[in-house]
Structures are given as C-alpha cells and as structure tokens.
C-alpha cells in the first residue's frame, strides 16, 4: 500500500475547503492509502486549528480522533537540516523514518525539493492523479 504523509497544510485546507486537499484526505481516510503521521505533525495541525483559526475544541478533538484511527503514528528519530523552512523539516523526517513513499504539500519550500531519498514530495492534485492509475 502506498504510504503517504499530508502536510499540515492539507489537513487543515481538507477541514475548510473541497478540491484537492479534501479529496486526498478522503481518500487516505477510507484506506486507498496509508496516511502516515508524527506527533510533530500531529501537534502543529491541533495548534493552528485551535490558535490561529480558533476552531471549536470538540471538533479539534474529534479530528485527532479520525487521524488516529485513520493513520500510522510513527516516532521520529532522524534529525534532518534539508528545508529551507525548518519548521519544515519535521514532515521530510516523518516520511524517512515513516517509510513513505510521497509527501503530500502546498508548502512551495518542500516542493521545491521535489523529492527525498526514494520519497516525492508533489502537490495534491499531483497525488490524486497518482490514485487514479493505480
């Protein structure tokens, strides 16, 4: 199965928006694919949502919930320096340590990166067209 780990970004863009975002995550949540995640990762979707966007505590936890049961909770160890941003550099880690095959991003400082060791680092509609031919 393909493993694939979602920027928060996507996370938070599949909450507000439809498109791409909400289609890849979709589909990660009904098992087309292995969503692979951090507690860094984790951590940094449940601060943006409750700081930035103050959304509702419940539907914060309820989020986590889905996340949990729908995702591969990894434990990171590698310390990488590889992104321009390195608030970044907890997603490439999650995906070295978590074996993915693809990291999914709106975020134009992993993009440009293009890829990492066997791992590709696209954009969703990139990802969802990838769905598509398998």
């Known amino acids: 199965m393909i493993r694939v780990v979602l920027d928060s970004n ?5 909450i507000f928006w439809s498109g791409s975002p909400y289609e890849v995550f979709k589909r ?5 694919y292995k969503i692979v995640i951090s507690s860094e990762i984790l951590n ?3 601060d943006k949502l409750r700081y930035k966007f103050k959304f509702p ?12 049961t729908h995702s591969e909770m990894i434990q990171t160890k590698s310390k990488l320096d ?4 390195k608030e970044d550099n907890k997603i ?5 340590d978590g074996n993915a095959d693809y990291i999914v991003t709106g975020d134009s400082d992993l993009l440009v990166l293009e890829k990492f060791e066997n791992i590709k680092i696209i954009k ?3 990802f969802l067209r990838i769905l598509e031919n398998n």
């Not at 996507?10 to 599949?14: A, C, P, T």
């Not at 914060?60 to 996340?67: E, K, Q």
């Not at 490439?92 to 070295?96: G, H, I, N, Q, R």
């Open 28 to 32: 990660g949540i009904l098992g087309n």
């Open 44 to 46: 940094e979707v449940v």
């Open 10 to 14: 996507i996370i938070i863009s599949s």
């Open 92 to 96: 490439v880690e999650c995906a070295f």
């Open 124 to 126: 969703a509609n990139e």
């Open 57 to 68: 505590e419940e539907n914060i936890l309820n989020l986590v919930d889905i996340l949990l």
């Open 82 to 85: 590889i992104v321009r941003d």
